[in-house]
């Protein structure tokens, strides 16, 4: 099978993209109303003013002659007819998480009592995860 890579050109290069590929022997095929595959030995020799901006393989096309300091990361855009900007997130990293949450769990104490097990409460059974515990009472004790 060839190695194909998806192109999707920017909208200010599409008709451009689509003539060039259409020129091809044999003609380079779409995936979706505005994406090419476009086959690997092709692509090595393809325009490069045609790939610029554009989203290759889900990444944009960077030309190798563009200063890599100067590259700008594209905002998060959300998808749409007017990719409305994305607003910036509003939580801390993780290294600024807090690690006390305020309380402990009294499944966790009870279960360090009981020598590392969880109790199902409904019936004999116990259980060496919390995790299985719950799955055990959602399956076993439905309240119908």
Not at 32 to 44: D, K, Q
Not at 70 to 75: I, K, L
Not at 104 to 110: A, F, M, N, V
Request: net charge negative; hydrophobic share 30%; proline share 12%.
């Amino acid at each position: 099978m060839t190695d194909l890579i998806r192109v999707r050109p920017i909208r200010a290069r599409l008709v451009d993209f689509a003539r060039w590929a259409v020129a091809q022997t044999p003609k380079v095929r779409t995936v979706s109303t505005n994406t090419f595959a476009v086959p690997l030995h092709l692509f090595t020799h393809m325009p490069e003013t045609l790939l610029i901006d554009s989203i290759v393989d889900g990444h944009r096309y960077i030309s190798p002659d563009e200063d890599q300091e100067s590259a700008q990361p594209e905002p998060a855009t959300i998808p749409g007819p007017d990719s409305t900007p994305l607003p910036p997130p509003d939580f801390a990293p993780l290294e600024d998480a807090p690690t006390d949450y305020g309380g402990s769990d009294p499944d966790d104490e009870l279960a360090e009592e009981s020598g590392g097990r969880y109790a199902c409460g409904d019936c004999p059974r116990d259980f060496s995860t919390k995790r299985g515990r719950d799955l055990h009472r959602r399956q076993a004790h439905r309240e119908d």
